[in-house]
């Protein structure tokens, strides 16, 4: 049984030296891969790191606690919050 590829609909172009091409080149057939399997393989393993860096939050376990007790303890709202609260009620429809 054979799994549908998804439609490749999409192209990235990329200029590079022929060394680096080279290189790139000889690293994919290491793995047996070609060399746009490859890139893209790297590129989106790259990718996924990046991401995972920027939107992954890291705390202390002090700033754990500071968090915690805060959902479980809100402060009540202030005249600023209270008004954000009316604004937003103005400007999104539901």
């Known amino acids: 049984m054979t799994t549908a590829q998804p439609l490749k609909a999409q192209r990235l172009h990329i200029r590079l030296d022929g060394d680096s091409k080279q290189k790139l080149e000889r ?3 290491y ?3 070609s060399l746009s399997e490859f890139v ?4 989106l393993d790259a990718a996924d790191t990046v991401i995972l860096e920027h939107e992954t939050l890291r705390l202390s376990d002090a700033d754990w606690e500071v968090f915690l007790d805060a959902l479980e303890h809100p402060p009540e709202p202030n005249a600023r919050l209270r008004q954000a609260f009316t604004e937003h009620r103005k400007r999104v429809q539901r």
């Open 40 to 43: 893209l393989s790297r590129a």
């Open 27 to 29: 690293a994919a057939a």
């Open 31 to 33: 793995v047996n891969r």
